[in-house]
């Protein structure tokens, strides 16, 4: 049962037993309960009939309860968290905008257009168009209606989703050339299709709301939207695939699901849920070396699996012998259990640990010498990973680092392409361009030289001066 029908039920216990101080309790919490209840996309509309339906029977309750009793004491509790609901809504209702969209020379409102979802919409497309909805709220003070496909009306339709209406209209889309985050923008009329697959129907209504309608997500709890004025929207045919297939940024404040999804951060340190679109997740998210083959389990018996320094094998401080075929079937054998443990993950860090003392033995070093740098060993090692795990998870990327003593890339190897690469900018200096700054330049040959070989390349970025 939904609170507020929960609520109508203790009302009528209250009726039955309006002396019980115990009864009270109950009901002053479940009418909490509904005034918390309200979800951020709720209209005003639905929020003012929520506060009606407590007020309601508020209202009932206190003339069923004797004043002056415990139980009646137990009831007045309840007026302050009614009247900070009320507040709330009148504060909300108060900032509502006043904008005006025209599409293609014809007014949009809430009694000329509604938002259509397809008559089995998923979860996103469900998302996208209460987002849509809500916003458009804000910007006009109008409250659009929502509707599927099979309900018909004579509104003209502002599609969201993969609607049957789309052949109607005569906008086709071609989803597969979408992937799972492009997005279509198309008009049709006074009609509007804004579409695509799991994030991108999301990022369909946040680019059209963003670059179209003029909001702004700048923070969590900063968020700018017009409040008045025209938008004379003309015909729109856009079509938009992300070039880059990771977006997030190592910032705490950037991680709440809503702000993440409006600005279409995809990372695995979002909090985004499977109305959100998802994430790309990964298991081991970096400086792997240690969980891969614990120095702890290891180290007293087989040294031989650990870095060799001045001719001096490390337990502590230490990386992997990369070149050592135990190592390898060993690194296979944890992956895979990885894998097992994490199924949501997609992608799975095989990543030097965060200090230097490669491995100098014979064969690391004269590897890493042919290869011209001691990224040569590190790719062959994760290659040799990704080809064992390719056939049974063809789903999966091994991710892994260049990153200080492996940031040159390999002259002969080349990264499998299941593999994917983080280019770490951790020397760079950001008060300078990349390109122009001598003290930059480096970094600038090693992404020209990397993309020449790697068909996942990933930036990891700093924010550093000298």
């Not at 409040?227 to 695939?241: D, E, H, S, W």
């Not at 404040?253 to 499977?274: C, F, H, I, M, Y």
Request: aromatic fraction near 8%.
């Amino acid at each position: 049962m939904q609170p507020q029908e929960v609520l109508v039920a203790m009302t009528a216990a209250l009726d039955r037993q309006p002396d019980s101080v115990s009864m009270a309790k109950a009901y002053r919490t479940m009418a909490e309960q509904c005034l918390k209840a309200a979800d951020p996309l709720d209209t005003s509309v639905e929020m003012r009939a929520r506060l009606n339906a407590v007020a309601a029977s508020l209202s009932h309750a206190r003339e069923a309860v004797p004043s002056g009793t415990d139980a009646r004491k137990e009831l007045e509790q309840l007026m302050p968290a009614f009247e900070a609901a009320r507040d709330s809504l009148a504060q909300r209702e108060a900032a509502l905008g006043h904008c005006r969209i025209v599409l293609n020379g014809t007014p949009v409102s809430a009694t000329t257009h509604a938002v259509v979802l397809p008559d089995d919409p998923t979860p996103q497309e469900t998302h996208a168009a209460r987002e849509l909805r809500h916003h458009l709220e804000l910007l006009t003070g109008e409250v659009f209606p929502i509707r599927h496909d099979s309900e018909g009306g004579d509104a003209t339709p502002i599609v969201v989703g993969h609607s049957a209406l789309l052949e109607q209209l005569g906008v086709p889309v071609d989803y597969n050339a979408l992937g799972l985050e492009g997005l279509a923008i198309r008009t049709a009329g006074p009609a509007l299709v804004l579409t695509g697959n799991r994030r991108g129907v999301l990022y369909a209504v946040y680019t059209f709301l963003e670059d179209y309608l003029g909001c702004r997500w700048f923070t969590p709890d900063c968020t700018q939207l017009p409040k008045i004025g025209t938008f004379k929207l003309g015909a729109i045919n856009r079509t938009y695939v992300p070039p880059l297939e990771y977006r997030a940024t190592d910032y705490p404040n950037s991680r709440p699901a809503d702000w993440a999804v409006r600005n279409k951060l995809n990372g695995t340190q979002t909090e985004l849920d499977e109305a959100r679109g998802g994430k790309i997740s990964y298991s081991h998210f970096v400086h792997t070396f240690n969980a891969l083959i614990p120095p702890e389990r290891y180290f007293d018996e087989h040294p031989e699996y650990f870095s060799e320094v001045n001719g001096k094998r490390l337990r502590d401080n230490t990386q992997l012998c990369l070149t050592n075929p135990q190592v390898l079937q060993l690194a296979i054998e944890q992956v895979r259990q990885w894998i097992k443990d994490a199924p949501e993950a997609t992608f799975f860090s095989v990543s030097q640990n965060d200090w230097g003392n490669y491995c100098q033995c014979p064969n690391c070093t004269a590897l890493a010498e042919h290869e011209g740098s001691q990224s040569g060993p590190l790719i062959e090692f994760v290659n040799a990973i990704a080809d064992a795990l390719k056939d049974d998870y063809p789903n999966v990327t091994i991710d892994t680092l260049a990153y200080q003593y492996t940031r040159k890339p390999p002259k002969y190897t080349r990264p499998r392409p299941n593999v994917c690469v983080r280019l770490c900018s951790i020397e760079c200096c950001f008060a300078h361009p990349l390109e122009s700054d001598p003290f930059n330049a480096t970094f600038v040959a090693d992404i020209r030289d990397w993309a020449k070989i790697c068909n996942r390349l990933y930036i990891w970025d700093y924010t550093r001066e000298g």
